[in-house]
């Protein structure tokens, strides 16, 4: 089962239900990362020991297929890009972001502005126009996180430097994301070179230099950010990331993660106690609409012109 949902279907409306069913799925994943990393700067755990422990339970789940040869057919120079850009640039900005902002800023910076970013990148290195659809829908997607951000999103003093720490996190994404559509690698392939292009290079720099609480944290704070960052939101997500990125493409996978800011705010309500008001509510609303708009097939999409 997990076999043919990874590999790549020959009939193109299978293909494209796979995509949409692993893009559903890491709208659930990504969100219930923000909420765990953001546990996880209220903890005893530093953001260094985060993706220590993100690093090494992934490279210690897809060791067995690194073993086996999944990286045979690509070039170890591409394994480091993807080790660097989904994997340290990623999560290390991230992490540190976490603790100099709250969480809902990590919320709308790094999945909201992650369509705008890859647009962007698919835009100039892959030849992807932006159609009239997709423009209508970002701009849309736009105006409900601004919503969702709010007058809050200042509120918070000395946030800014969490605030461009994020950003970073989402470039370095979105270049992994454009760089693996542009080098046709399989989801397995690039979860894989993601662990084995990061692990090796920070796991021994983070217990030698870096500082480190791990050894004063509940051995169950431990183990949940060890198992939810490193197996779901790492190995997990990167699968299913992956594939559907095989499938639809980046402009479009990205579209979904403009959600997440969405069901964070409202899984936030009732877990952290963290109430919407009412521009927050239209704010959800319209993420979804503009959502919706980007990944319907219409016969008026039609791309624009490419300067």
């Given at each position: 089962?997990?076999?043919?949902?990874?590999?790549?279907?020959?009939?193109?409306?299978?293909?494209?239900?796979?995509?949409?069913?692993?893009?559903?799925?890491?709208?659930?994943?990504?969100?219930?990362?923000?909420?765990?990393?953001?546990?996880?700067?209220?903890?005893?755990?530093?953001?260094?020991?985060?993706?220590?422990?993100?690093?090494?339970?992934?490279?210690?789940?897809?060791?067995?297929?690194?073993?086996?040869?999944?990286?045979?057919?690509?070039?170890?120079?591409r394994i480091l890009v993807m080790g660097a850009t989904a994997g340290l640039?990623?999560?290390?900005?991230?992490?540190?972001?976490?603790?100099?902002?709250?969480?809902?800023?990590?919320?709308?910076?790094?999945?909201?502005?992650?369509?705008?970013?890859?647009?962007?990148?698919?835009?100039?290195?892959?030849?992807?126009?932006?159609?009239?659809?997709?423009?209508?829908?970002?701009?849309?997607?736009?105006?409900?996180?601004?919503?969702?951000?709010?007058?809050?999103?200042?509120?918070?003093?000395?946030?800014?430097?969490?605030?461009?720490?994020?950003?970073?996190?989402?470039?370095?994404?979105?270049?992994?994301?454009?760089?693996?559509?542009?080098?046709?690698?399989s989801a397995t392939q690039a979860t894989a070179a993601v662990a084995l292009?990061?692990?090796?290079?920070?796991?021994?720099?983070?217990?030698?230099?870096?500082?480190?609480?791990?050894?004063?944290?509940?051995?169950?704070?431990?183990?949940?950010?060890?198992?939810?960052?490193?197996?779901?939101?790492?190995?997990?997500?990167?699968?299913?990331?992956?594939?559907?990125?095989?499938?639809?493409?980046?402009?479009?996978?990205?579209?979904?993660?403009?959600?997440?800011?969405?069901?964070?705010?409202?899984?936030?309500?009732?877990?952290?106690?963290?109430?919407?008001?009412?521009?927050?509510?239209?704010?959800?609303?319209?993420?979804?609409?503009?959502?919706?708009?980007?990944?319907?097939?219409?016969?008026?999409?039609?791309?624009?012109?490419?300067?």
């Open positions: 089962m997990i076999a043919a949902v990874l590999g790549a279907s020959r009939d193109p409306a299978t293909e494209r239900r796979i995509g949409f069913g692993c893009a559903v799925a890491i709208l659930f994943v990504w969100t219930g990362f923000i909420l765990a990393s953001r546990a996880g700067a209220r903890g005893v755990l530093t953001p260094w020991d985060l993706a220590a422990l993100r690093f090494g339970v992934a490279l210690v789940v897809l060791l067995p297929l690194i073993l086996r040869g999944v990286l045979r057919d690509i070039p170890a120079r640039g990623f999560a290390l900005f991230a992490y540190n972001a976490f603790a100099l902002a709250p969480a809902a800023h990590g919320a709308v910076l790094l999945p909201g502005a992650l369509p705008f970013v890859t647009a962007l990148l698919a835009w100039a290195w892959l030849g992807e126009g932006p159609t009239g659809r997709r423009t209508l829908s970002l701009v849309v997607v736009a105006a409900g996180i601004a919503l969702l951000a709010g007058s809050e999103f200042f509120a918070a003093p000395g946030a800014w430097r969490g605030d461009i720490l994020f950003f970073i996190a989402t470039c370095s994404y979105a270049v992994f994301i454009v760089l693996v559509e542009r080098w046709r690698v292009g990061a692990a090796p290079f920070y796991l021994p720099t983070w217990w030698l230099a870096l500082p480190s609480a791990i050894g004063d944290a509940a051995w169950q704070e431990v183990v949940f950010q060890g198992v939810y960052q490193g197996l779901v939101a790492m190995v997990l997500a990167s699968l299913l990331y992956t594939r559907a990125l095989v499938a639809l493409g980046s402009t479009t996978v990205s579209l979904f993660t403009a959600v997440v800011p969405a069901l964070a705010a409202l899984a936030a309500w009732p877990v952290l106690e963290e109430p919407l008001g009412l521009g927050a509510l239209a704010g959800v609303l319209l993420v979804t609409l503009g959502m919706a708009l980007g990944v319907r097939r219409g016969r008026v999409d039609v791309p624009l012109p490419r300067p």
